[in-house]
């Protein structure tokens, strides 16, 4: 089937502990399961529940539950539940395992591995609000050879390639590459994992598309964004400046998504309306783990819809801009995934218009 997207990403390995109650000091977390207590060193302050660890390879054997997560997976699996008879291709930076292999068989999605490193592991510790991620370290990659530049120019194929939080900075550079010769529509989800002079400098110049979440968006913008739209509406303008030639957005959380692009003439907020709204945010309520890889959802969503016109949103198709329409099957698609299950149409979404903040606010 010849691949319509192809997707490119960094597996991790997610191991679930329910059982286990956990303690957080200054520097060191205290695992207490029933038979044993673990003491994990951490190597840097917790940013959004998540922290870098030094894990003693025993508590991974203690784990209950074990499912593959990180951007690119995540994408790769919602695309195919929103395009399942569509032609794709994922490129994964780690070496295959038997679970993730069986986790990416979807039909008509071919899978290939650069066998950059193991898969990295999280420990993910308690629920709800209390929940925290506990990262092991990244193994460095050894150099590319022709076997990696095959399989890159294998994902280049495609005519858009979706990049969701890749970590080696090759695979960054020869998708820039190919974008900037025209070879290639290049969306990228920008996120922490990439060095920030090299992201501004790669990634910035050469995306058609790129996707941040305002939790993230501040390694770029140089200052902690908060998920309130007249906030993350300067992040916005920021990036708007150093990618004029990219559709951007910038996803809010339980607040949305704020979309700018060329093609629009000032940014726009797109949200849920109340009622929708407030009945997705009980569910979550009860589980905010369902919201693991709703912003990989959304932007799985808006690559289908942009490159194939699928959706699944209910009923006739929006009359929007098409940045705007996109934005629409992205949020259906973030909403289904974090298992909300009644259809949603565009009157289940509100769209504002908004201006942009002033060069002396957004300099601030």
Partial sequence: MKPRIAITGHAAGDYGYPHAHFRHFDQTVEIIL?????????????????????????LWRHAADLRYGGGGVQSACAAKLAAPDVGMRYLEACRPTELLQRQLS????????????VVPRNAILGGGSDRIILKSRLEGAPP?????????????????????SVKDDPVIGHLAQAAE????????????????????KAVLGAAHMIFASAD????????????????ALEA??????????ATLYLTLGREGVLVAGPGLDSPRHVRLAQRPWEQVQERVGRDSTKLCGAG??????VTVHQQTGKSLLAGAPPSYAPELNAALAGCALAVRWIGWEPPLS???FIIKKLSWPTRAAAAA
């Fill in 34 to 58: 029933p038979s044993v207590t673990f003491r994990v060193s951490l190597l840097d302050k917790f940013q959004g529940g998540k922290a870098p660890a030094i894990i003693p390879d025993e």
């Fill in 106 to 117: 979807y039909p008509g999605l071919d899978v290939e591995f650069l066998n950059l490193r």
């Fill in 144 to 164: 590319f050879g022709p076997e990696e530049l095959r399989k890159l120019d294998w994902l280049t194929e495609a005519p858009c390639v979706l990049a969701n």
């Fill in 181 to 200: 010769a025209n070879r290639i529509r290049l969306h990228v989800v920008v996120t922490k994992s990439l060095e920030t002079d090299f992201a501004r």
């Fill in 216 to 231: 993230e968006i501040g390694f770029l913008v140089g200052r902690k964004v908060a998920c309130d739209p007249a906030e």
């Fill in 236 to 245: 916005l303008d920021w990036l708007r400046r150093h990618a004029a030639q």
């Fill in 296 to 301: 990989d959802a959304f932007a799985a969503g």
């Fill in 346 to 348: 565009e009157s289940d």
